[in-house]
């Protein structure tokens, strides 16, 4: 069993269980996964957050450590799969998102100091990840 946060188009967020992701990526193809408040079928899966138990350095070799390195890559790798590469326009985009001029979608990108104030004081949430560039996006 695998749960999911999932979200609907309305931006209802939800939990859904299935067996495996192919199962759930087979039922949501089908428009078998609905949204509870509203019942949308338009559903796609989200980021979950992530608890992590600490342990003390003389248990580093316990089974069910952390890998904090391969933790943090999956993220990365999870938000470049998932997030749209908007870059620059990330603080438009997101007000167009907020103000309903654009479709709801998770976006990823860059934003000034000033911009992250305009858009906090628009009530818009956001959360900053540092994501390291890739060999391919490095210039020569």
Known sequence: MIV?????SSGHKFEGWFDSLDAFEEQNRKRLVRCPSCDDSDIKRVMS???VKRLHAENQSVPGTIDYRRLAKEVVEYIRHNFEDVGQRFPA???KMHYG???KRNIRGSA???E????K?????FFKVPVPQTDEEKEN
């Open 112 to 114: 000034t100091e000033e």
């Open 4 to 8: 999911f946060d999932l979200e609907c």
């Open 121 to 125: 004081d628009e009530g818009i949430e």
């Open 116 to 119: 992250e104030k305009t858009l």
């Open 93 to 95: 985009e997101a007000l």
């Open 49 to 51: 957050p992530i608890a």
């Open 101 to 103: 001029v654009a479709e």
